[in-house]
């Protein structure tokens, strides 16, 4: 840290002050965050749990063998850093089983394809299936299509994610992962294969959740990896016909029992009023789940950690929660919101974190109106860290932001999304992509935050109430 | 080009010919290069051909059918260019199929890895190899240990090659691929896995040819990515027994028939003096041999194309060699070696194109030490390129090499192995990493070096013949 940045960090502090006068914030919760914020960046609670639940659990879909495991591990190691009212809250999850998938293309180029089948993809008939490739850009074009040109053949879905900073290119390229398929069998349609939503440029495709609609007969459905879906798309470039060769054996497979894991760190006097700490115990199952989302697990979990070795403890409880499948329906965050509905208002501030470990470039807040300014402190102690304020579109995420659309506000660390979606959902999000560094910077933003909220007096006001929620 | 640098290069020129006073090469013949010079970095032959070969024959293992379709794809293409003499002369190669390779971690902790079998490997019994793994750094390690620790175990040779811009890293890690499974089946361990030989940080393993020794039984050997290699050691790292389950299906299957593809630009006055451009036409099969050696393929005949559009076409022959299985024993280049021993004094000047397109950053020459004058001239041409003189440490490349032996002079144009070693052998290996700007580059280079080789009055001199040829 240099001089010049923690004095204008101290010289922000100052102007809040002494631009609102009475303050949430006593002067030694300040100095403890401070002290908090160094600890963090020179403690490896977090880079340690991302090893251990890398390592020793690994991939961890909803329902398998490894959510299990997960659960388990979870129990184990909150319990072992000393939280309080460490819990597993059973969550029902859907059950899919990857089995093994094959693309090649068969004309006018022999050429094998790295490919991966959908999260939700059903099997192809044990001889595969093989069909002429009709490429299209977007759902918009894929349904502006007589159906003659689709039946029977495999639509190719072409649309590159372009990376950023803030991942705005993944809004674009999910669509079609989510109901390309369901879309592409409406017209008749014997399977869809789509350029990944991702912007790796190894053969290392990304999956993803999608999703069939009833009445439609499902068909199967693959992401190839970027340098797959430039090949296809030479191929195509020939003018002549291209025909791929798709197999897939993937199933369904009911239901099985996944949980939510919670731990506390109890408040020195509002007990009962909680800061939510959200991540996804979840993963795919290509990987180990390292950015998405064991670093999440354990930036929340080391956050709260120091913020209970702290001997200044905030007034309020910090709430651990791991959320049982994120990935595939949001089942644990959904499952919290309902059996936490009628405590919601005691649900002062949540945050979550899962865009990877990665280099925070800022802080957005949702809360009323009025509390801005205590963002703005929170936020001046986060200067040092190269956080600046970024506005108020903060969405919480996609678990704790089911608590958001109850009124609860949030607040969101914006994290490089860049490197995060060259490695999301792939093969490639490993262990060996964690920089501690970027572990440490991220786990000291959720301290300074989490202890700050969990102190100041008189909270962040409550959101309007989504008409539409936890769904 | 900065007027700068032109500038230098010409002062560099200029004093070449002040120190050496008789020149080997006539004004216009340097006014020729420099003309070609720019029209190669404004041609796009070489990445046309380089699409075209990864997109319509695309991997090309020895003896496989791509192998077969790429002669018949380069007898095309050399004629389509306007190439004289074309011709496929017969190799035999061995031919080895590749089935499928697994590997998972077993205990403590039940971890998929990615994993290839390496080139030549046998299968393992149907039902997989499962043993204790026992980690070796380097080959002598290995050998430093008792026959009782390894018997009955998996080897796992752990070294891990280091990025350089000359690829000095990828020496030290070829050893263990090469000749590790042997050695460890001396001990009697029952399968080697490696760390691969390569700086890839996805999932990629990087594969390549190993070789056993006769009079050992043969032990599948493996290439584990380097994340997954990370994997391994984090396991081994906590101190209890690592187990590993291998399981491979490749074989041998006799030999089969590839061919050398050459075709030639006749010189106008001494046709039977030749200028050697060396590329391999095989691959390995992971990727589409892209860097790997299309792109070598592409820049020597793009080179020698522009030297035979030129008005001033060169005293000497340029003969552009493709040649077979340079990736699993050089058949190709032995191949030519005899049969073209006869004729080696006519063999001018080698240069070969086998690092991928990545940037020049110098050129090396082994000729006789009173060609260096010439060289120096040569490379003044070279200079606006960024392509400054190394020295004589030049090899001739791996097939073109196998001449240097015989006594022919070669030269080097250096490139930036970082990048390559990140493809090598991987399956990333695909079009999608081509950038045709540095293809350009490189055919610029090819083009300027061929052509004042071939119009050089009396050549290059010899080298001593090496005491052990073509091996």
């Known amino acids: 840290m240099s001089s010049a940045r923690f004095s204008s960090g101290v010289a922000a502090c100052l102007l809040t002050v002494i631009a609102h006068g009475a303050e949430p914030l006593a002067g030694a919760a300040l100095d403890e965050a401070r002290a ?48 309080s009212n460490v819990r597993a809250e059973p969550v029902t999850v859907p059950r899919w089983i990857r089995g093994e998938a094959r693309a090649e293309i068969t004309a006018p180029w022999l050429q094998t394809l790295a490919v991966a089948a959908l999260g939700g993809s059903v099997a192809t008939p044990a001889e595969g299936i093989e069909a002429e490739v009709v490429p299209v850009t977007t759902l918009e074009e894929l349904k502006a299509q007589p159906r003659e040109r689709i039946a029977g053949r495999i639509v190719f879905f072409t649309a590159r994610m372009q990376p950023s900073l803030d991942g705005g290119g993944y809004e674009t390229t999910v669509p079609p992962r989510g109901t390309g398929a369901a879309e592409s069998a409406k017209l008749g349609a014997v399977a869809m294969v789509m350029r990944s939503a991702g912007t790796s440029v190894s053969r290392t495709p990304h999956t993803g959740a999608q999703r069939y609609v009833d009445g439609i007969p499902p068909i199967p459905a693959f992401a190839l990896s970027n340098p797959d879906a430039d090949m296809l798309e030479q191929q195509l470039a020939s003018g002549r016909p291209v025909r791929l060769k798709l197999s897939n054996t993937s199933r369904w497979d009911g239901e099985a029992q996944s949980a939510n894991v919670i731990g506390e760190i109890p408040g020195r006097s509002h007990q009962q009023e909680v800061i939510v700490l959200g991540a996804h115990l979840d993963s795919w199952d290509l990987g180990t789940g390292a950015h998405d989302d064991a670093t999440g697990v354990g930036i929340i979990a080391a956050a709260a950690k120091l913020i209970g070795e702290s001997k200044r403890r905030p007034k309020r409880t910090i709430r651990v929660v791991f959320y049982a499948n994120e990935e595939f329906g949001l089942s644990g965050a959904k499952a919290y919101a309902t059996a936490y509905k009628d405590q919601i208002d005691q649900h002062v501030l949540g945050l979550e974190s899962d865009l990877g470990a990665f280099r925070p470039y800022g802080v957005a807040a949702r809360v009323a109106p009025d509390k801005l300014p205590l963002v703005r402190t929170i936020q001046s102690v986060l200067e040092p860290l190269g956080v600046p304020y970024l506005g108020t579109e903060a969405s919480g995420g996609a678990d704790v932001g089911q608590l958001r659309k109850l009124g609860m506000p949030v607040m969101d660390l914006q994290t490089d999304a860049g490197p995060y979606f060259d490695l999301h959902h792939t093969a490639n999000d490993t262990f060996d992509k964690v920089d501690p560094r970027l572990v440490q910077l991220n786990v000291a933003a959720f301290t300074v935050i989490a202890y700050l909220a969990a102190e100041a007096e008189g909270g962040f006001g409550r959101l309007p109430v989504a008409s539409e929620t936890a769904q």
Do not use: N
């Open 36 to 83: 908090l914020r160094a600890r963090a960046l020179a403690d490896d609670t977090a880079y340690e749990l991302v090893r251990s639940l890398t390592t020793e659990v690994g991939p961890r879909l909803a329902g398998s063998p490894g959510d299990a495991a997960a659960v388990a591990w979870a129990l184990d190691k909150l319990k072992a850093l000393g939280f």
